[in-house]
């Protein structure tokens, strides 16, 4: 274990500080990549020449294939970071990563050809446009399989670099690296593809993640290699691989936010209750697997450790609540459309309103881990939610289809300071309860928990929009009864979709205002439990 530096071989020390710095930047990296693509698929679209009825639908796959990927990756990683060491399962990783990069900037030319000329031997003849769609799905799922491990076994390093009590301010560090990654790809991307093709994106990731692997292996060189004793649970991993998979597949759910808009708000599609179903049933053999195996990929046990479990309930409801304000935005600029001169000027406005809320949100990582080693734990995280829950709550008062862009923005502003003050001392109580031969597993929790609440976020408030808006639409067609005029109908059903973004708002306050009691059951200071 390591306080202020390290030392080994001789007097030389490590200022672990100096070490986080370099795992920060292919966290970046890695999350950059999460979303970057949504600045890309049009014109991506575009060059593969696929068809407008089903472009979209199967372009998507580029988002939802990396996202489920990146959520298997980090569901065993965490643990093969605590039997196999953190730095060699981390240097992987970045290896893996850098092929899938070097595999989609390449996707189209031989790649693609070597994919057709397989499905030709088979009596296939296929569109060469979805073959290439095909290869560059695969290289994202390759890139998803080594970013998705890079956070978790970041936090892990937290713990292995930095004494309980010290961790808060270096887990916000990698809390905020990896938010702004995620939340500045569009821009990036956008800006990117701006001075040359799509492919240089993932030509640029070649160079910075070979720097990156070079760095942390001198920052690493130092520090003591964590391992503990024990087999890997590749049946449990299995499982609930198997139930993660189902839930982002039965929920239809991804992270990218940059086209939410009214035409996409649709229920959960046919194949919902099947997938969801398997999914549940996933996951209760994970369970009765775990109790029995002697080394499982996730000790149970853990979760009657107070601070745990109370951590664990709070990051569902921040993840849930993240996402209200990230899809809020870009919904209510494209309802007020009309008020935009042209697309481009609709998509500057939400990423500028986005901004207003992840920029504050990522900034707010870092003082939520000074605020925790001054206030405490269970002070820090009730005070972040109360201010996003009065953010939430203002948004329900106040929405309408006039509502200035400025107030919109300050709104949001106290929403991500407040969710963002959560991020450290959550990440801090969990990874502190676990034991040392669990600190991956725990750190992937972090994630995973974050992730899932995000995924039940957006699938459950596009079907609740979906029906909540044809629902007042539909009453306010009966109340006007013959005296409808058709042409009332955009107004109402603006009117009405307004009147639904402010009622998420609601839940957003609701939700937060429920989380502050699993949060008043942490402790002062996330101690390490006792053995």
Same mark, same amino acid.
């Given at each position: 274990?390591?306080?202020? #530096?390290? #030392? ?20 970046? /990296? ?26 979209? @639908? ?18 065993? &990683? ?43 031997? &088979? ?10 769609? +095909? ?30 009590? #010290? ?42 993640? =070979? ?21 890997? @649970? ?5 499982? /609930?691989?198997?139930?993660? !998979? ?18 996409? =708000? !649709? ?20 369970? $009765? ?5 002697? @080394?499982?990929? %996730?000790? *149970? ?6 601070? *745990? ?27 007020? +459309?009309? !008020? ?20 504050? &949100? ?56 407040? /969710? ?6 959550? !990440? ?25 609440? &995000? ?18 639409? @539909? ?12 042409? +009332? ?10 009147? $639904? ?14 989380? %502050? ?7 002062? +200071? ?6």
């Amino acid at each position: 274990m390591l306080a202020n #530096k390290t #030392k080994n071989d001789g007097d030389r020390a490590v200022n672990p500080w100096v070490v986080m710095a370099f795992i920060a930047i292919p966290v970046f /990296i890695g999350s950059l990549d999460l979303t970057v693509v949504s600045a890309f698929l049009p014109e991506l679209i575009n060059e593969l020449q696929l068809p407008v009825q089903t472009a979209l @639908d199967d372009a998507s796959w580029i988002v939802t294939a990396y996202l489920l990927a990146y959520t298997i990756s980090l569901t065993f &990683m965490g643990r093969l970071s605590d039997l196999l060491g953190r730095r060699w399962v981390y240097v992987v990783c970045l290896v893996v990563f850098i092929i899938g990069s070097i595999w989609v900037a390449i996707a189209t030319t031989w790649p693609a050809d070597w994919l057709y000329d397989l499905y030709r031997r &088979m009596g296939e003849r296929p569109d060469p446009a979805y073959v290439k769609l +095909q290869v560059i799905i695969v290289g994202r799922v390759v890139e998803a399989l080594g970013a998705g491990a890079l956070v978790p076994v970041s936090l892990a390093l937290v713990g292995d670099l930095f004494p309980p009590l #010290k961790r808060a301010r270096p887990l916000g560090l990698v809390a905020a690296t990896d938010t702004l990654g995620w939340v500045l790809g569009p821009v990036y991307g956008g800006l990117f593809i701006q001075i040359m093709p799509w492919e240089g994106l993932f030509w640029m990731n070649v160079p910075l993640t =070979l720097l990156s692997l070079f760095l942390v292996l001198y920052g690493l060189r130092e520090v003591p290699q964590v391992r503990v004793k024990g087999r890997f @649970d590749y049946i449990g991993t299995v499982l /609930i691989v198997g139930a993660l !998979s189902c839930l982002s597949l039965g929920l239809g759910a991804n992270v990218d936010i940059s086209g939410a808009s009214l035409e996409n =708000l !649709s229920p959960l599609p046919e194949y919902a209750a099947p997938v969801l179903g398997l999914g549940v049933l996933l996951f209760l053999g994970f369970i $009765v697997v775990e109790r029995r195996f002697r @080394d499982p990929l %996730i000790n *149970l046990a853990m979760f009657a450790r107070r601070n *745990l479990s109370a951590a664990s309930v709070v990051n569902l409801f921040v993840g849930y609540c993240l996402f209200i304000g990230l899809v809020n935005v870009p919904l209510l600029v494209n309802i007020r +459309q009309e !008020s935009v001169a042209t697309l481009t000027e609709a998509a500057l406005e939400v990423g500028l309103l986005l901004s207003t809320l992840t920029l504050p &949100m990522a900034a707010a990582a870092i003082p939520g881990g000074w605020l925790s080693e001054r206030i405490g734990i269970r002070n820090t995280v009730v005070s972040g939610l109360g201010l996003a829950l009065v953010g939430f709550a203002w948004v329900f008062f106040t929405w309408n289809i006039d509502i200035s862009t400025a107030l919109v923005g300050i709104q949001n502003v106290l929403i991500g300071i407040g /969710i963002g003050l959560t991020f450290s001392p959550v !990440s801090a109580a969990i990874i502190n309860s676990a034991h040392d031969e669990e600190r991956g597993v725990a750190s992937a929790l972090v994630i995973i928990l974050r992730l899932v609440g &995000m995924t039940v976020s957006v699938a459950s408030l596009s079907s609740l929009a979906f029906y909540r808006v044809n629902a007042l639409v @539909d009453a306010a067609q009966t109340s006007l009864g013959t005296t409808f005029d058709p042409n +009332q109908y955009q107004q109402v059903y603006v009117e009405s979709a307004i009147k $639904v973004l402010g009622e998420m708002g609601l839940i957003g306050a609701i939700l937060c205002a429920i989380a %502050i009691v699993p949060a008043l059951m942490l402790g002062r +200071q996330a101690s390490p439990p006792e053995k």
